[in-house]
C-alpha cells in the first residue's frame, strides 16, 4: 500500500523532473539564441590552473546553493558553460566601485570569479578600454543588437536630485537617471548588484543632499536586488545561472532580493548563535570572551536583523565573513542601512537621540523620575486643596 | 446626609483581564530590559546554560500570551453582556468635561468633570493611547518573533505581519520601536496605579478595591 510520504515523494520527484525538462528546453532555445560563446569555458578554466574535478565540485556546491536536487547538476554546468554568451550591460552611478572590485579581485581566481572574468561586457564604465563617443557608440551598438535580451547590471544609486545632475556622464552629458531609464526599458531583466542600487545605501543615508535613491525606487521598476557591501559573488553568480537554467528570475522577497540567498537571517545559522543562547557575550573588545568566540550581540552585532547567507557562502574563498573575524554584523544587506543600522558597534536601544550622548534609556529614566516627582507633588497638592472634603468623610462616619 | 450606594463597576471578566494584564506586562518589562541589555554568565559549560534562550521563551511565553489577553479585552469592549465599553474610550472627545477635568487637576476647581462616561476624559486618552501601543509592542514583538522560526503558528503569523516591517524599513526599527514603546508602557503604568491611589484617597469610594471587587461606592451628599 502507498503511504503518504510515498505520494509525497513520488509528487516531489514529477515536479522535479518536470523542471528538468524545462531547463532543458530553455537553455536549448538559449544557445539557440544567444551570440556565440566569448570564451571556452574549460579551457579558461584549465589556463587558471582549475581541474575538471574542481569544476565538478563546483557544479555540486552551486546546485546545492541554488536549492536544487543533485540531478540539476549537469544542468548547472551547462548552464556555466554559457555564462559568457549572455550578453551583460553594467553601469556604474553614485559608487565606489567597491562591488566590481569584490568580484573581479580574488586572492586565487576560482569558478565563480573566473565566471565573471568571461563575462560577455558590452559595456562597463570602469573596465572598458573605449572612451568618450566610441564608449557612448559601444552602448548604442549594445542596445540595439541585444534589444531585450542583455542583462542589465547597475551598481550605485541615483541621485534625484537637481534633476538627476549631481551624476551626468559620458561625452553627451547624460545624467544617471536618463542614463538608466534609457537601459533599463531594454533590458532583458535588471539586475542591482550592492546595495546603493538596491536600497541607496550611504549615498540614501541622512541627510542625503543629492536625494539619491535606488534604481527600483527612482525608476518605479521590478529590480532583482543582491544586496550587500559588498555583495557576495556567488550570489550574482547564482542568479546569472538562474536566469541562464530558468529563463526568467529566481523567486525575490518582497525586498527584491533572491529568496535563495537571501532567506534567514544572519542570526538564525551564525556559528556564535550557542553563544548568543548560553548568554555568553563579549563586553568589550579584545577581552577573554572575545579570545574564546562569543557572541557579539553586545558589542552591536546586526545579524538578528539581517537577511542573508554571509555566513554560509562566506568571503574571499570561504575564508571567512566578518563575524568569524570577530565583528558584528553591520547588517549591510538591508534597506535603510547606515541609518537604521547605527550605532555599528553598540545594540541599537543605544541608539543616540538627535546627536549628542543621549539615548532611549536616559530619557526613558529621566522621564520616569520627572513622572514620579510630579506625580508625587501633584498628589501631595490635590491631598491639600481636598482637605476639607476629606475631614467631612471622616466626620460623616462617626454620626 | 450622606449615602453610599454599591454599583458593580467591573465584569468578572475585566477584572481577570486586568490583572493577567498586570502579571503578562511584569515579566515581559523584566524579561524584555534583559534581552535588550543581557549581562553574561561566565560559570559553566556553553552548551548546558541556555539562560537567554529560556529569558526568551518566558518574553515570547508572556508575549503570545498579552496577545490573547488583548484579542479578549478588545473583544470584551464591544461584545461584553455587562457592559461594552468601547464608545467610553473615546470619553475625551467631550470637550467641556476635558476642561473640567484640567481646572480639577490644575487645583482650579474642586469638581470633578461629570461622570458621564466609566473613564474620565483623560483617563479615557490614555487607555485608548495604552492600548494603541500595547497593539504595536504585540505587532513589532510578533514580527521579531517570526523572524526566527520557521514552522508552527508564529511562522504563520509572521507571514500577515511581514508586510509590516518591509513597510517599517527592517527589523532594526522594529526592535527600536519596540523599546521605546515598552518606556511608554513603564510611563502609563506609573501614572495609572498614581492616579488610581490618588482617587481612591480623595473619593474613597474604593477605587483600588474596585479592580479586584468590582464594586465601587458611590457617595452622595443629600
Redesign the interface.
Known sequence: METEGDAYRRKVKTQYRELLSHCQENLDRMEGELPKPRVNLHEELTSQGISRRDFIKWTSVTTALLMLPPVFKPLVARAAEQFSRLPVVWLHFAECTGCSEALLRTSYPNVDSILLDTISLEYHETLMAAAGHQAEQNLEKALADFNGKFICVVEGALPRGLDGKYLTLGPKGKTGIALAREVTSKAAAVICIGSCASFGNVQAAKPNPTDAASIGWALKIQTVNIAGCPPNPANFVGTVLHYLLFGGLPALD??GRPIWAYRM?I??YCERR????????V?EWGDM?AAKG?CL??MGC?G???YGNCGKVRFNDAVSWPIMAGHGCM?CT???FWD??APLEK???E?TLGGGEKT??T??VT??GA??AG?GA??G???V??RD??HI?ET?HKE | METITPKKEWSAAIRLNHWLRVICISFLIITGLYIAEPYTIEKGWTGEKMFMAEVRFWHIFFGMSIGLLFIWRFYLSFFSRFHADWQDFLAWTNWTNVKQELRFYFLLSKEPPEAKYLFDPLQSLSYLGFMVMLFGLILTGTIMMGAGYDQGLTALVYRIVKPVEIWIGGLATIRWIHHIMMWGVILFMAIHVNMAFLHDYLFKEGTVSSMISGTLFHRSHK
Open positions: 518582497s525586498l537571517r542570526h538564525d550557542p553563544h548568543y543562547d548560553a548568554a555568553e557575550y563586553e570572551a562569543w550581540y553586545k546586526k538578528p536583523y539581517t547588517g538591508e534597506p535603510g537604521t543600522m545594540p541599537i536601544d541608539k532611549i534609556d530619557l526613558g522621564l520616569l513622572t514620579l506625580i501633584h498628589a497638592l490635590m491631598a486643596k481636598h472634603k476629606l468623610y460623616s
